[in-house]
């Protein structure tokens, strides 16, 4: 792999072509001068948002084929809170396989004793709790706060800003995050206007993957 780029392969596990946009965007900074190579997919068979747990079965074995016969990336990204899949497609391939939630909370922990988590809807808290217990976590967690919002919605709706700041400042100032993560991959555009609101660090788990990718294939690179 030494001589050219490293290649990450991002996946939105909904069809929603707007959440694969926003992704697009908020990863522009990473793509510096001699810095990786993204591509960023869309997964046809998917729902147009994840938000159930129907949802996130629906999408396991399409992911998997889908970086089984991925020949191109060094590692995939699914861009997904919910992390769809992430175990069996680490069994379908040799490259390494990220899931961006369980980056963004590594990374919120890596700036913050506790953090918050801004989720889309309530019936999205009790998954992610249930993740978070599995990661043996559930203690650094102040708090998840939902938006009642859909995917679509906090992708591309004209007042989710508004209500991604009201409930992240309940995170904040009720229940004592010092970093906020950003609980789904549609939202990634808010995540420096917010951050520059609320004075600590919020994270775009989508931007924590990648870069993880990027220091793991470095690593492997150079050993």
Do not use: W
């Not at 993880?212 to 690179?221: D, F, I, Y």
């Amino acid at each position: 792999m030494s001589g050219r780029s490293v290649r990450i392969h991002v996946i939105n596990p909904n069809s929603n072509p707007g959440v694969t946009r926003g992704i697009e965007e908020a990863l522009q900074p990473l793509r510096f001068s001699d810095g990786p190579e993204i591509f960023c997919s869309t997964l046809a068979e998917g729902p147009f948002g994840i938000e159930t747990q129907a949802d996130v079965e629906s999408v396991t074995m399409p992911l998997r084929r889908l970086v089984e016969s991925d020949n191109f990336a060094d590692a995939c990204v699914i861009a997904c809170y919910s992390d769809p899949g992430l175990h069996v497609c680490r069994e379908a391939s040799a490259r390494p396989v990220f899931g961006i939630a369980e980056c963004g909370v590594l990374t919120a922990l890596s700036r913050a004793d506790h953090f918050g988590v801004i989720a889309i809807r309530q019936r999205s808290i009790a998954r992610h709790l249930r993740y978070l217990r599995q990661m043996g976590l559930v203690d650094r967690l102040a708090g998840e706060r939902a938006l009642e919002m859909s995917v679509a919605e906090s992708a591309a709706g004209e007042n989710t800003f508004h209500r991604m700041l009201s409930v992240a400042r309940d995170l904040k100032e009720q229940d004592g995050a010092d970093a906020i993560v950003m609980g789904c991959a549609g939202m990634a555009r808010h995540r420096q206007p917010l951050e520059e609101a609320l004075g600590i660090p919020v994270i775009d788990p989508t931007q924590a993957a990648v870069t993880m990718a990027l220091g793991t294939v470095r690593l492997n690179q150079a050993s």
